[in-house]
């Protein structure tokens, strides 16, 4: 089984940069893939970032590319979104999720959940 949990959420002001951590436990994540979700007030989860957890290669929505950066650390099994320059339509419950073969956007591949952490951006 997999475990998630995410920290790091919290009230920023618009412009500002927050990172959030996914520290992943259960299972050797060397094949794994590893995404961020969001989900704003009365609007469905949405694809934020995903990386591949051996390749090192990432994934970016379009709404985010240029100021989130998704990066992990492998002695820690953990997964790291740095958020820059962020904006009050960011605001959202942020969701790490992971999948033993997926790293892409389709959130209905993913296998685990986190519990969620809150992202609010003031403007």
């Known amino acids: 089984q997999v475990q998630l949990v995410e920290s790091g959420g919290g009230l920023v002001q618009a412009g500002g940069s927050l990172r959030l951590s996914c520290a992943a436990s259960g299972r050797t994540f060397s094949r794994y893939g590893l995404g961020w979700f969001r989900q704003a007030p009365g609007k469905e989860r949405e694809f934020v970032a995903a990386?591949?957890?051996?390749?090192?290669?990432?994934y970016y929505a379009d709404s985010v590319k240029g100021r989130f950066t998704i990066s992990r650390d492998n002695a820690k099994n953990t997964v790291y979104l740095q958020m820059n320059s962020l904006k009050p339509e960011d605001t959202a419950v942020y969701y790490c999720?992971?999948?033993?073969?997926?790293?892409?956007?389709?959130?209905?591949?993913?296998?685990?959940w986190g519990q969620g952490t809150q992202v609010t951006v003031s403007s």
């Open positions: 990386i591949n957890w051996s390749t090192g290669n990432t």
């Open positions: 999720a992971a999948d033993q073969y997926y790293s892409g956007s389709r959130e209905g591949r993913y296998g685990y």
